[in-house]
């Protein structure tokens, strides 16, 4: 079993920055792909990004291309989500996952261990 717990969420103003972390533990995710969503009230999860076991794939969704950057550290077990120029429309529960086929892919079906998430509010 793998447990996934994200850091970094909070309060920002518009055009600010938060740098999101997933932290796995339980066994090592270096063989797995990665993958952040996120989900407002009242709205269905969206893929935001992926990457690939190496980091050598990155996936984006087109509303946060050029803002976000995935990356992750195998060697601390670590998948990052740095997020600049955020939005209002950001607002939402980011939560990671991580796809044991290691497969960069925009389908939360797809990915097997899901952490619990954390907040982000971008105020306008």
């Known amino acids: 079993q793998v447990q996934l717990v994200e850091s970094g969420g909070g309060l920002v103003q518009a055009g600010g920055s938060l740098r999101l972390s997933c932290v796995a533990s339980g066994r090592t995710v270096s063989g797995y792909a990665m993958g952040w969503f996120r989900q407002a009230p009242g709205k269905e999860r969206e893929f935001v990004a992926a990457i690939s076991r190496f980091g050598g794939t990155t996936s984006y969704q087109d509303s946060v291309t050029g803002r976000f950057t995935i990356s992750r550290d195998n060697a601390k077990n670590t998948v990052y989500l740095q997020m600049n120029g955020l939005k209002p429309e950001d607002t939402a529960v980011y939560s990671c996952?991580?796809?044991?086929?290691?497969?960069?892919?925009?389908?939360?079906?797809?990915?097997?261990?899901w952490g619990q998430g954390t907040q982000v509010t971008v105020s306008s």
């Open positions: 996952a991580a796809d044991v086929a290691g497969r960069v892919v925009p389908q939360p079906w797809m990915y097997t261990y």
